[in-house]
């Protein structure tokens, strides 16, 4: 939807702004729900401040869309799929280990979802240009506080002895996720010709100033598996081009990593992997057998929705206790059984899908494809799918309904491409 459609029916400038000033201070508070906090902290200040900030948010543009100043909200296939998770994930209270945990954060996963959707009419660009202006922010942060508190900024207990930064985010790999979707979504501005638009008046050398400190910063991080995740997001989403040398080279890439990977896969995990710990990645290979062994004991129901790091099961882990499956699959499996696991895939299925579906139809690179692969391609090493509420799961849902809603318009019109 372009700002022209924002603004038409009853809508003001006074409106536009007020609109755009509400998209904003939910992005914020969707950056916050990573922040580092301090231990002490008994409750994770960022889930209040995020469902506090959804619960304004679907007040206000419900008092909007009453007074005719909003669209009515509608949903898409991806959002119907997230509900039937949503009334799963609320029914295994009946079975769960700790049923007031699953309800507690069910109803966080259904209040950011009503305001993702409440925020629909919002012009993608704009979020994905506040996107990357809040990354540019926690990287100054991150970066301007390392002399200062080397021990908060520095991410503790790094098996290798690597240096990895997290900065203001909780965890290295949250920032590597965080700053990797900011840099994916502006790079696919750019490949769609709305690089102007996004930095508005800033400067072309502060601005390409500001996305090396980024990708600094994103390097400093050391979240491999985010990096990969994002370059082959990236690769992926370069193939919808409609620059035929970026479709080429995108091409190209993918197919020369594939056949090195068949071809030399030994040489590059010996120079990839370090140590043993690293050839286990990090301790994964030897904890989802653990996982898969307990999720077979509840295979179809799961032991509820955020159960995973209950006290429960303690006693299983012994020497190590994991905080996450390390993998939104087997997260989901765990928590939600085979229909969780099933829903989940469907909802990364048909994000993919309807991006690509955009992009050939409007003929530019769609910014849910890139949400969407990211989204589901991190989530084979990490938790972002299925896990307790994340920023790359927000900010996926939030770009999709966007998009989702220009979609529509452009459909309804059939000659317009929005912006």
């Known amino acids: 939807m372009s700002d022209a ?12 702004r007020v609109a755009t000033a509400l998209n904003t201070a939910f992005l914020i508070a969707i950056f916050l729900l990573e922040a580092h906090q301090p231990e002490a902290i008994p409750i994770k200040l960022g889930n209040l401040l995020l469902v506090a900030a959804g619960g304004v948010v679907v007040g206000l543009t419900a008092l909007w869309r009453a007074e005719g100043l909003a669209p009515e909200m509608r949903v898409a296939m991806h959002d119907w799929i997230y509900l039937g998770y949503l009334c799963w994930c609320f029914g295994g209270v009946v079975w769960s280990v700790a049923p007031a945990q699953t309800m507690v954060l069910s109803i966080y996963l259904l209040a950011v979802w009503l305001a993702t959707v409440s925020l629909a009419f919002v012009p993608t660009l704009r979020t994905v240009r506040t996107v990357f202006l809040l990354a540019v922010i926690v990287s100054v942060l991150s970066l301007a506080i390392l002399p200062i508190a080397p021990e908060f900024a520095k991410q503790p207990d790094v098996p290798t002895g690597h240096f990895e930064l997290r900065g203001v985010i909780d965890h290295q790999i949250r920032l590597g996720m965080l700053l ?7 790079a696919l501005a750019l490949l769609n010709g709305k690089i102007d638009a996004l930095r508005g008046a800033v400067p072309v050398s502060l601005f390409l100033l500001a996305v090396i400190l980024c990708l600094g910063v994103l390097f400093l991080s050391r979240a491999r598996a985010a990096g990969a995740a994002f370059v082959v997001a990236c690769l992926l989403c370069g193939l919808m081009a409609r620059q035929r ?7 190209m890439a993918l197919a020369v990593t594939f056949l090195a990977l068949l071809l030399f896969g030994d040489t590059i995990a010996a120079y990839v992997f370090e140590d043993e710990r690293d050839a286990t990645l990090s301790g994964r290979t030897l904890l989802w057998p653990k996982v898969i ?13 955020g159960s995973f790091y209950e006290p429960v099961f303690e006693e299983y882990w012994r020497n190590y206790r994991p905080p996450s499956a390390h993998s939104s699959w087997m997260q989901a499996a765990f928590e939600t059984g085979l229909p969780g696991l099933a829903l989940t895939m469907m909802l990364s299925l048909s994000l993919i899908l309807s991006g690509v579906w955009i992009s050939v139809a409007l003929r530019r690179i ?3 494809l890139f949400v969407g692969l990211f989204v589901t391609l991190s989530g084979l090493l990490d938790v972002t799918l299925a896990g307790k509420l994340n920023v790359p799961v927000v900010l996926m ?3 999709a309904a966007q998009e989702a809603t220009e979609f529509r318009a452009w459909h309804a019109t059939r000659g317009r491409v929005p912006a």
């Not at 459609?5 to 536009?16: E, I, P």
């Open 5 to 16: 459609a924002l603004t038409s029916g009853q809508g003001s400038a006074d409106f536009v």
């Open 293 to 305: 062994e307990l999720t077979e004991r509840r295979w179809f129901s799961g032991y509820g929705y």
């Open 397 to 399: 849902l939030l770009v």
């Open 180 to 186: 990797s979707m900011a840099i994916g979504l502006t």
């Open 366 to 368: 769609s910014y849910t």
């Open 245 to 251: 040398p970026v479709a080429l080279v995108s091409l």
